[in-house]
């Protein structure tokens, strides 16, 4: 199996190869159209709530019981100023002006928190120059700063109640303690107080210290006694975008802690997860301190890895990783949430308007300048529109693998956020990003670029 020497990582140059290629204006223009689409369904029947249900013309909340806080609007704010919806972005900024508040007596999932609503609101304040939406990140994050403070390790409960501070949920995914560094880190720049950078890298750290003899972690660990719950390797959820933030703090801050660190790991799941299975590259689960096999199972969020390869100087390994998942999505249309790759059977059948498959294009068109990954991109856009457009906007799918594809009632927030960022990325010439040089979060955020 291919090995990653430490020596090859380094502070990527951002050298695009798409500065110099044709864009798409139709294409750009469609998704440019299809974004308004739902976003006018979600104005007319959620406006103000967290998420719309396009089939009921309805709303549900996501954080919180009974109370909104518009995290459709917040992670729409920076692809409207990518998009050149100047009025709607004023609109979005003026229910945040006039109705966001966080001093709620109920608890909040951390991890969810930050990198939906505190990575939102600084991309919304990077795109606007707008203080309060920077003021609202600030008193956010400082809500949920218990969490990491009061915990023994460093390692942070899942929740914390944003008005008292209680914390609760000893047991945590390692995604949800190690996916902040990069909005805490940039919001520590913006307020001159590096408490945010210093915590998040701190839960990063305890981690890493836990590792096993393997370099491999697992998935689920005590955050009071740092003894592991659930030790099985996987690249994919629970602990999936705990990857891309060790990477991500080095590109974003130059933290050559976070670099060595992320090479560890990454040499640790090059070494005893990746696998060629029936001609495709796959990453096993193993048993973090065996090596062992437990099972063959890829979770649909786990694609984003090939981007993650091809940024942190793998771009052939991150390549033949897409062109892997590229078979389940030819196979079914749309990607079923959970498979077995050693046949391609789906073990979930959701697809919850996931932008994995797209991020990566991004990255690999961007590094390659390879036509291919805009056709794949294309192509899932046109099976979207096929099997997820409905006349208020977008849902969810039950089931990929019926004709028709039994639809479920649920506009995602990241898929405002995410999946047409990256459609609109691929397609444009934005004026308003510095293609040689920008950064997007694992929500799609944009945190560096922005102009």
Known sequence: ???????????????????????????????????????????????????????????????????????????????????????????????????????????IQVFEATIRLVGGLIAGYLATDNETLVNLATDLADRLLPAFEKSATGMPYRFV??????????????????????????????????????????????????????????????????EWVDPVARIGPPVDSLYEYLWDGWVLFGDTDLLRWYSVLLDGILTHQAERYNGNLWFKRVDMNSGELVNREQSELAQFFAGLLCESGQPALGGEYHDSWTEVHELYGLPPGHVDYSD???????????????????????????????????????????????????????????????????????????????????FSEPERLDRQNYYLTTEGNVLRGLK
């Not at 291919?2 to 140059?13: A, E, M, Q, V, Y």
């Not at 500065?19 to 406006?47: C, I, M, Q």
């Not at 210093?198 to 660990?221: F, H, M, P, Q, W």
């Open 1 to 107: 199996m291919h090995t990653l020497s430490k020596t090859t990582l380094g502070k990527p140059t951002q050298q695009s190869a798409s500065s110099t290629r044709p864009a798409d204006p139709a294409v750009a223009n469609d998704v440019r159209n299809e974004f308004l689409h739902a976003w006018e369904g979600y104005k007319e029947y959620a406006f103000g709530h967290d998420r719309l249900k396009p089939l009921s013309k309805s709303f549900d909340e996501f954080f919180l019981e009974g109370e909104s806080l518009g995290l459709t609007i917040i992670e729409s704010l920076d692809t409207m100023y990518l998009m050149g919806l100047d009025g709607e972005l004023e609109i979005a900024v003026e229910w945040i002006e006039n109705h966001l508040t966080f001093d709620y007596d109920q608890e």
């Open 161 to 226: 109640n944003l008005h008292t501070g209680e914390v609760s949920g000893s047991e945590n995914f390692l995604a949800e303690i190690g996916t902040h560094i990069a909005e805490w880190g940039v919001l520590s720049e913006l307020v001159n107080d590096d408490r945010y950078y210093n915590a998040a890298k701190k839960a990063l750290e305890a981690v890493y210290e836990r590792r096993s003899d393997l370099d491999l972690v697992g998935a689920t660990i005590n955050v009071e006694t740092g």
């Open 344 to 426: 391609l059977s789906a073990i979930s059948t959701t697809y919850y308007l996931r932008p994995e498959y797209l991020g990566p294009a991004l990255l690999l068109y961007d590094e390659t300048g390879d036509e291919v990954y805009r056709e794949r991109a294309y192509r899932h856009y046109k099976q979207m529109k096929e099997h997820c457009r409905v006349s208020t906007g977008y849902t969810v799918i039950d089931d990929v693998t019926t004709r028709p594809m039994q639809q479920g009632d649920l506009t995602m927030g990241y898929w405002f956020s995410e999946n047409m960022k990256y459609l609109y990325l691929l």
